[in-house]
């Protein structure tokens, strides 16, 4: 391993400063090889002109200050040029443009402001695609062009308002990614918005049995996208502090998307929207070996999934690396339309080592209690577990893992795995 990678540097800056009125902190922009923090209405932006080697101390990052006009509460980039949204308070709220070769601290080189929505509500996101760029608040998502033309795309936000402060609006596939209280939406150009959430597929369904997770009616935090991968933080539960970390791509076979949980985290501040980030030029393997990494707070500290050179979780053969030590899953529930006789599940697994077990059980009909299915398995190959589950119309694999091998090896994984039974025969009466 890279002893070098992941060394938090000592200190932090804290953009978002404590000042008499409230700020949030909003989206940087990085624009002519300088990043620019907004700082809220009247607040100069702040400048990072150099990052320091060893702690923050080192850094160059211009302080905020009061008395500026216009101030912003988010950058994006817009062509070659800047944009700004910032909401209505000390100076107009609204949208402004930086004329070409601007300087974002300097005022006048700020074009005249426009209204992009209401300009007393505070903007959630500001992204730019094609030309045009968008703005994300309570009332919707609202387009603009660089003649200062706007207009209401989506107008769902109004009767239906953010959870948070900010939002996501992200580019992906030529179109934008946006958080819903219901869930992700896309939006592509002359297009209405379609959910690409794990809560859009999951419209109307049954009760799960009460150990399983229930993955649906939570809130989406951090989003970002890379390539043909989109990551994020998926909090299932308002009132608690853990979240599933969740990647999502394209299905060859269709054009539906698929989502699978790449574990959990504790989320940093519930009450706030918590992101995630991945590392293009990562070195979490050797000094010598770049790679892209995923980024996301754990409670107070900071952890990060490595990932293969096109972003993908889903790493080669003969990339080994050290797996997790347990982890378990479950399986989508099979409702029976007539009772069943459950009579053996069959297992094919590979490349396991010294140390591995699955242990398979399940949920099944108005049962509480996660059944095991006998012994853990611990070989490759095929191997299967008799069971004796009679008359069974509901049922949910549950499968667990478990290892004391930390060596770095191929995963191990779960070919196929086949369940048998019979209909139940009918009694004569």
């Known amino acids: 391993a890279n ?9 932090h800056h804290e ?39 060893t702690t923050v101390a080192g850094d160059t990052l211009t302080a905020a200050a009061s008395g500026y006009a216009p101030g912003a509460d988010h950058f994006a980039n817009l062509g070659s040029q800047l944009v700004s949204a910032v909401q209505d308070g000390t100076n107009g709220g609204g949208v402004r443009i930086l004329k070409v070769d601007g300087a974002p601290r300097t005022s006048v080189d700020w074009g005249a402001v426009f209204q992009v929505g209401d300009k007393k509500e505070r903007p959630a ?33 109004r009767s239906w308002p953010n959870t948070f402060k900010n939002g996501v609006l992200i580019p992906r596939n030529g179109g934008l990614v946006f958080r819903h209280p219901s869930g992700l939406r896309e939006y592509f150009s002359g297009e209405l918005p379609r959910g690409v959430g794990i809560d859009s597929r999951i419209l109307g369904k049954s009760l799960p049995p009460a150990g399983p997770t229930e993955v649906h ?9 890379v390539g043909d991968f989109m990551y994020s933080l998926y909090q299932s539960d308002p009132n608690t502090d853990s979240a599933l ?19 959990t985290t504790a989320l940093p501040a519930v009450a706030d929207l918590n992101g995630c980030t991945v590392a293009l030029n990562g070195t979490p393997i050797s000094s010598a070996y770049t790679t892209p990494t995923l ?8 952890r990060y999934i490595i990932l293969d050179p096109r972003a993908s979780p889903f790493r080669s053969r003969a990339d080994v690396h050290r797996v997790t030590a347990s982890a378990d899953a479950y399986m989508s529930e099979i409702i029976f339309p007539v009772p069943v ?7 094919y697994t590979q490349d396991m ?37 009679k008359g069974v119309t509901r049922f949910m694999l549950h499968v667990n893992w478990t290892t004391t091998n930390t060596s770095d090896k191929v995963p191990p994984t779960i070919k196929k795995i086949e369940l048998f039974g019979r209909l139940v025969e009918s009694v004569a009466p």
């Open 15 to 53: 953009i978002s400063a404590p000042f008499a009125t409230k700020l949030y902190a909003g989206q940087p922009a990085r624009y002519q090889g300088l990043w620019f923090f907004p700082a809220g209405n009247d607040w100069t932006p702040r400048e990072l002109t150099t990052v320091g080697s």
């Open 295 to 302: 980024f996301f707070g754990d409670g107070s500290d900071l």
């Open 341 to 347: 006789d459950l009579t053996e599940i069959v297992v």
């Open 245 to 263: 970390i969740f990647v999502t791509y394209g299905n060859p076979q269709d054009d539906d998307l698929v989502t699978q949980s790449l574990g």
């Open 217 to 225: 009616g939570g809130f989406y935090h951090g989003v970002i996208v």
């Open 125 to 157: 996101g500001l992204r730019s695609l094609q030309g045009a760029s968008f703005v994300l608040n309570r009332e919707g998502l609202f387009s603009f062009n660089t003649k200062g033309r706007s207009g209401l795309i989506f107008e769902d936000l």
């Open 3 to 11: 002893t070098n990678f992941g060394n938090i540097q000592a200190g």
């Open 353 to 389: 080592v010294d140390g591995d077990e699955w242990q398979l059980s399940a949920y099944f009909d108005d049962e509480d209690t996660n059944v095991n299915f006998g012994m853990p398995f611990i070989g490759n190959g095929k191997d299967s577990r008799e069971l004796t589950l």
